[in-house]
Structure formats: C-alpha cells, structure tokens
C-alpha cells in the first residue's frame, strides 16, 4: 500500500520533517511519499497562499493517483479539500479533519494549538465548516509570538492554558509544522496530543483496507461530462 | 463610483446576460463593469471548476483594484470569496452571500432553486458556511433536467414546490445564469424571488457609501509581511 | 423614493440625529423622513417601553403607508419587526437586523456594543431570534456606565475590548442614538463599525430598487379577512 | 392561592371553556381566576392581534397583581410573556413555553397541532426563540381546514400524521381554544398529548410553592427607575 | 397520590436530608417516600457510579412500581434516566432535567452550581443531551474544593461569579445533596435558585394530575415481546 | 497488538460472525480476541438490555485489560461507552462513534441503517449525544420489518431510499449484526457503506500506535479515590 502525503507548501525543510515522522510512525508496513507542492508558498499563511498551494496540488495529485492508494493533505487548514475529495479517485483525508475528528473520540472538548494569534479566526471558519464547533474549547496561540525560541515551551504553556482556562480536555496541533511536539506536549500534560500526521495515516489506510472512498452521490459527485 | 462584477466562468454569453441585467438594475446611478474570467471554465460546475476560477479571478482583481470601488461575485458558490475578501482592499460581495442573507429578511424560510439535483448537496455545504442552515427551507433543481425546453416552467414548479412541500416563504435563484428569471417567478408565485446580482450591487454599493470594508482584525488578515 | 424611518421612541433630540444623519448619509438620492413614535417613551429601555413603542407605531405606518415606499425601524432591538413586516405592504427593516446580517458579510464575527450592562441578555435574544449566535463574539457595554461624560472614549474602550477579547472582528453600534460614532470607532480601531441606520437606508433602497417586499407565504400572512 | 389566567383575546366563549378546564383541573386545591382581555381581538390571528392583545394585557396585570400569586397567558404563542415576565412581580407562565418544555421531557420529538397551515410557520419561530428546534417534529395543521365540521376527527387526523410521518412522539395542542381535545386524542392515539393551559397551572402553582419568579438579573430587569 | 423519590446512591443521610426537604414541600398534600439505592456507592461521582446506582434502581422500580404515582430519580447527573423512563409505566422525573428545563423559563441563562470541577464537563455532556447548551451559561464549580468547611459560602461565591462573569440569571443547584441551600442562595443574591428535587416533586404530580406518562411511540418503546 | 471486541449481547452466533469478519479484517497483522457478555441479552434492543449489558462489560473489561491493547464495543448504539472510557486505562472505540464520525469524511450526509422502525429515535438520540446531527441525513430501517427473509435485499431498499430520499451520500450499518452487507450494498448502490467493526478496529489499532488514550482531564475523570 503507498499513501502519498501532500505537503501543500514548497518548504522542503517541512517536508523532510513531515516524512521522517511519517515513515516513523508507518514503520516500514505501508509505504508513505511525502511531496512539496512545486509552485506552492513556503508557509501557508493566508487564503491566498492556500490557494496557490491548491493550485499545485490538482496536478500533483493527477500525475501521482495512478500509483497512490490515498492521499493526504499535510496542512491544518485542509486547503483544497474539496476539490481533491472530488477529482480523486483514491480517498483523500485531511490532517486537520482526520485529528479534530479523531479528538472528539478521547475527550469532552478539543483545543487546537495554533501558531499565531491572527489565524485563529481562519482556524475556527474550519471547524465550523466541519460541524465541530460544539466541540472545539478554543483555538489558542501562544501568547508571545515574537519570542519562541523555545517553541515547545510556549506550546506548552498554550496548551496548558487550553486545559485550565478553556475546559479543553485532548488538544490537537494545528500545524503540521508542529510534528514531533505532540510526544514531548502529552508527557508533560498528560492529555492526548494528537499529530494530524498520524492521524490521516491511520485514517487513510484503514480506508484503503476497507475499499472505501470518497461518496460520488453528490457533493463531490465532480463535472457533468459527456 | 464602480462596481465590477466578476463572473467567475468564461462564457461570453452569461457575461452579456449580467451586464445587460446589472446595468439595468444600476439604471445609470453608478458605474457597472462585468468581467469573465480569463482561463476559467465555461460554466462552474464542481470544485475543480471553482478551484480553476479562482486562479483567473485573483490576478484580475488584483489588475483592476485600482479603479473599482467593490467587486461582487456573480456565481452562486460564491468561489474564491475568502481570498478576495483578503487580498483585496475594497469590499468584496458574493452573490450567494448577500442574496441568502437578505432573503432571511423577507420572510420565515427561503429555498434555492439550483440548476441540477447533484449540486445541491455542494449549495447545502456553503449555506452551512455561511451560517444559514436554520433558515433554509432547501435547495431545489427542477424535477426533470433533461427536458428544459421551457426553463422557466422548470424552475416555477420547483418554486412552487419550495413553498408547498418544503415551507420556504422566499425564493433565491441559485445561479447566476438564470438572472431575469426574478421578476417573472415573482409574478407568478406571489412571494419575493431574489436574484443575487441585484442584492449583491446593493451591498456593494451600499458598502461603499458607509465607507466600510472587510474587517483586517483576523480571518481576513492576510499574509504577514515584513 | 420616499423612505421613512420611524424612532420608536418620543425623544425629538434623538429623532433630530437620526434626521441628520440618515439625510446626510442620503445625500439627496431619495427623499428620508423620519418620525418620533407619539405617545411612546422617551427611550427604549425595557420591554415595556418596546410594547408602548410599538403601539403608537402601528398608526403611524398606517398612516404614512400610501406615500412611503419603505419603513424602517430605527432601534436596535427592533421592537415591532414582526408586526410592522406583517401589516404593512411595504418592505420593513429593522436597523438591528440590517446591521447584524450586513456584519456577518465583513468578517468572521461581530460584537454589538450596547448602552447598558442590563440590556445585554435582551440584545442577545433577539440574536438568538435572528439565528446569528453562531456569528457573534459578543454584546459589551462600556465598562463604566456612570462617567460617560465621554461617550466616544466609553464606546471605545468597549469596542477595543471586544476586539481583544472576544475576537469580534466587526462592530455593531447597538443603539440608534449612537448614530455618528461608526466612523470615529472605525478611524480608532481599524475595523468596520456598522451604523445600524445606515445599513437599514441600503437595504429598504434595494428592496425598493428590486420590487421585494415582505413574503405573505406564512409568518407574515396576516389577519384572515372575508 | 390564586392563579390567574389572562386569555389574551375577549371571546367569552373561550373565556368560559378554560375557565371550566382549568377549575376542573384545579379541582378546588387553589383558586383560578380567568380574565378575556378588554380590548384585544376576538381571536388571535396575527402578529397585529397579539400586538393589540398585549396592550390590553399589561393593564390587567397590573390590576389585578395586588391579590394574584402567578400568571398565566393562555395563548399557545404566548403573546407578551416578555413585558409581563418584566413587569409583574409573581411568575408569569406561557402555556406554549410551558407545554412544549414539558413535552420534551416525555419523549424524543414533539408535534404541535395548530389552527391553521398559515399559521406554522409563526409557530415555528416561537419554538426557535425558545431554543426548542432540535425537539421539534413538526408543526401541524389539519389538512382540510374548511370542512372542520368534525374537530376532534381533523386533529386526530393531524396528529396521526405527526406520529407516523414526522417522527413526533408527544402531541402539543398548539391553541387554547383546543382545550379538552387532550384527552380524547391521547386516547385515541395511544401517546401524551399536552393541553397547555394544564402545564401551565402546574408550573405556575409550583413555582408559587417553591417562591420562585422571573429573575431580574438581566433579560427582565425592567426599566431603570430613580 | 405517591411519589416515589428514589436516591441513587446509597448514603442514608442524604436519603435523610432529601426526605425531610421533600416532605416538607409536599406539606402533606400527597405522600413521598424516598428510598435509598440498594447496592449503590455512597455518592455518585463518576460514570462507573451511575452505573453501580442504575443496576440497583431498576429492581427497586420493579418492586415499587405498583403503589406508586411517579419516580423521581434525585441526583443531578439523572442516572439511569432513559432505562426507567422505559420499563417503568409511571412518569419518571430527573432532578436535573426538570430544574434545568424550569431554569429556562425564569430567565436568559442558568448556570449549575456543582460540587467538583472535575465534574463540570460531564454536566456539560448532560446538557447537550437535553439540548439545552444554548440556553446555559456555565457548570460552575466553588473555587477552592479543599476548604469547604463552609459550604454555603462556597456555593454562594460560586454562584455571584456565574452571575457576574458568566451571564446567568437563574441558579441551579448541581446535587441533591445541596438541598436545601437554595433558599439561603436565593436570599442572598437575589435570583431564582432551584433545587431540583422540588421541580421534580411539581412537575411528577402535575403529570400525575394530568394522567401523563412517557410516549411509547419510539425512544422509549422498551423491549418486543411476544 | 491485541485488539479485544466486546459484543454487548449474549449471542454466540452474532459473536462469531463478528470475529469471523473482524479477523478476516485484520488479516493478521494484530491480535482480535472477541467476547459475548457474559449474563447480557441476547440482542440489545431497549435500553434495559443496554443496562444489563454493561454491567457485564465492566468486569470484562477489568478482567481482560491487562492483556488488551484497547477495546472495542461492537454495538451499534454503544452502550457503556461513557463508563468504559473511564474505567479503562486503555483505548475505548464505540463501532457507532467510529463510523459515524468516518462517514462525515467521506460525503455530505450519512444515513444509518438501523433494524427496526422503534429503534430509530434511540439512533437519533446517539446521534444528538456525538453532536453529529446536523451531518445525518436519516436514520432509516427496512419498511417492511416483517417479511425480512432476503435481509440483503431489505437493507438494498432501505439504503436506496436514504440516497433518493433523504440526501445521503454515504451509509453506516446500523447494527453490530448486520456485518458483511457492507460490501455487497456499496457494490450494488455505488457509495461508501460502513462496517462499524471494520472503523472501530483502524480507529483502536491507530491509537494503539500514536499511543493515544482517553483524556483524564474531566468528563472521564474516573472516581476521586485516596
């Protein structure tokens, strides 16, 4: 089975994180490609930049579908989402749908930890377009942005303020820039920190297994063609 | 003042079609310009549809900033409307959005007539984007699409349908291509029928006057710049 | 075009601003009258106060109706939106409506800033009654309600808050009566800040410009007549 | 202790038939007052009767405050529960509020049967403002409200339907005027059936018992006073 | 008339406090007995508890079942609710649904005071059950559970934070071990405060009066026998 | 890795049927073990069978958690899956959870097929706990629960409906039971179809590998021991 993960921006430093922890996690019993997305931003910071990213995905994911079994799309937002769902063949699974989904599954209420105060708003518009409003505590960022040098402390004290201020009881990282925080957040914590990575993997290859895929009834039912 | 309306799709016709209507509507009051978009497809049909308009419509935005006081949106879907309310510094309308939220001021529930039974699952998603869910009657395509002759018979006895079988007490139509349909709908059924091109330079317009924008506090912030 | 605007309230001072500003805003395009309520309060503080409102308002829509060619409510909870849509043949708008639903187009939520700590649980109902709950950060009075010598400075510094706390990114001005203050706020703070009576003036415009009215269908059928 | 019903219409009539339920109910443990409202409509109809029926409400509360221990509005749209919950300092009890928060408790989804199809859907934006939706079933009207010659047979006939069409599990009678049908359909159709004026005496006298009324915390703070 | 309440958990003194609180506010108008949950925990603090406490009530409402009107089942989390609301055929009343759903009618928002934070969030998942979350504004824990030595100081600042910062006009007491406390809270902080065994003891008795029992149409419908 | 199934029933042959698809699912890649519970019914169809049921789980899963990896509730309706995710100290799937938050990523709505018209508002109840309401677009059962010789052909139908009728793209098996029919009802109706078993199993075996578990921060606390 090959899952190929799509790194919707073209930071080959983010990739080479994205895939070592993905390998990692796959343990050699599927195979897992990572790639950058050619032409995509190097950090997806804004709608535009998602869309340029998508933009890059389409062929992307034309070129790679006849020797994929799933794809997954490795940034929080699932830009492109929608149009992989439908252009695919194969399942397609978000890293942000797979974890906040998952999460509902382990706790009460999820928080998502962000990387900066100004994507929240954006983060929330997701959550709400998946139906999981209800559920999220909050999307937190850490409060000083300018200083985190050391990035696992002021996760760490983002997430710590997401379980005692926001009721949040499992916590999702809301960047797949963040892989590799979640072991390191859960033992300090002592909640499950999901990784939307691992999640999607899971996700994707269970699909895989199952023969299932995206429906084709409707919403994703793609272009009349003749 | 100068609204431009973008019409995400190519087709040279539709674009006539919302010209003619829209500077009809405008009646001289204030300039109109309707643009197709260069490269999308011929009509909007699926999310690869959409995802193709958006790359167009991004660089024509961008061209004629200058001298536009809002750009609408004039497909149904509204594609693209998060980034161009990001990137662009003027106020930024989708036909959908202003014409399923005025219609919630007109009366208790309001249908949409679509143009086909497999988009309807897709119009249901952005009415849960945009919030609206509680007050939908449902999204409607006439009965039998392959024997259209009669376009408007069609979309009458799905109107009528909407108010018998599904409670909806206002009608909106559902695409942009079926612009002119209002008034004769109206006509007939005796309950207001929106057409979104109308709401939509009425919210821009309006806009424009107050001198209000799109809000830069956070899911519209953009991309950080140095 | 004619558009009359009735203050539900008896206050000539109040009925004088809005007049100002609602003519100013008009700029000679359509004729504005607006009307102090006979015989209701001299402000809308209460439901009590709503219903005495209301009460003179219906004659007074009777009376003017033949020559107007739309009303509009000018008071931010509305009081009367329900009958007013119901017994009049023209189209109705309530400043809180027109505002609360215009500020879900221009970001990802709105605060309304309202005049008194005790009027917010009211303010919030009637958000619930428009379905937009989702789409509100919150409702904030001014923090200290017994120096407002500066008005400007109270309405500030709750809006500053709304912003910081609550992640409003649009504001509402929560009361007729603070007509004027939308575009100091808005040059202070950097966001949209939305004057109910203005909002109301572009939407009953359109209405009028598009033919809508108010759907017969159901809730606004009116009394069964032989 | 004394309970007094306001039927906010001036049908004697009706008057006398809740009078006659309501002591029969009552059965002497407390005394029951019932008043028609001078000046209100015969029957309530439309927003404008509702409106005109408060306006003679308000006056008879306070009138009769002095020697009453709990109100109740025996109209299933429970016109004017706001300013009397605001006004009077003994509990105020709607019968639709009262009835529908109890049906709630007897199974999984509630129907009400009203008076007429024009009248759902103002019923259903009572339910909305009562945050009932989700226990919703439906909202009905006998089917053919012309030959009503056999009541009891037309609402038996509607409420069937709710049970097998719309997932209904407990029946609201959605009039006042439908008072004594409770029984006759509950044993015809083998499911609770809700007679609001009786739910509303047993919240009323209850929370008597208890010395409980209407917080003046916030919603019905009522006017500040010097 | 005989209710029976029954104490899901097995403290005798608890038994003790709800049967002297009942039966003073029964004042002999109809009887109450309160008994003791056989084989249940001293006090239900987590799922596992319920559980235990479930398993020992449905004998007892077997055995009960014949001599009595209606159960009340006295603990706030409602254990057990759904099964006894099917086997048993009298109506069966939870502490904390009854106060809740009566909390909606006194006022915009109620907060639960409880006895543990760690037990907020599985009131909160009780109150989305009841669907009643838009209608909450906090699960309220006293700040310091370690020095309780005064208990109704504890509850009582509980309580004027869930006021001030939280937007609750009604106060319900969390546990039925907590009876008792709501007149004192009431005196001091001037709002409704409802001690769910009383709202229960109402509402069984009125659906005892009105020969009201729980639907058979569906949830509730119990096992098919032949 | 070992995976243990708890069936809630008693049924031998409803537990091999599960074991025999649950290994054939897992194709021994990790350890399935499959248990009926010991003094539970013999098919679960009310909530006292739910009742009785759990309190069989709970010393199972004490008994076998030491040797278990994680468990998975094979009941369609999830009994005990409150209290086992707080007892547990490791990794609890309900099979309803699982698949119905699986079937959000792979269309629009779902639609669960479920055995009996009566339990269809219990579903509905599961659902409005999981918060998954507004993505469900029925629960449905086979019209003619009677004549269920071709039990295939019953749920064909019954699926075929919830696609034309009720606007599902995707299917979920309602009912540990019916396992198997999901292939042959995607390959006839050409959309995902859902095994719960099949989900529950990626869902327990994933979190196994990300070392997941249920968060202890609150709703599954467990009891405060000393």
Known sequence: MKIVIINPNSSEAMTSDIRMNAQKYAAGEYEVEVFATPGAPDFIDSYEDATNAVFGMIPLVRKLEKDTDAFIIACHGDPGIDVLKEISTKPVVGIGEASMKLATMLGHKFSVLTTSKRSIAGKEAVINQYRLTDSMASVRAPENENSMEDEKASYLEAGRLALEKDGAEVLVLGCAGLTGLDES????????????????????????????????????YGKETD
Do not use: F, N, W
């Not at 990575?197 to 895989?208: E, F, P, Q």
């Open 185 to 220: 957040l859960m033992e300090e914590l002592g909640v499950p920190v999901l990784d939307g990575v691992k999640c999607a993997l899971m996700i994707a290859t269970g699909l895989v297994k199952m023969h299932l895929g995206i429906s084709r009834q409707g919403r994703y």
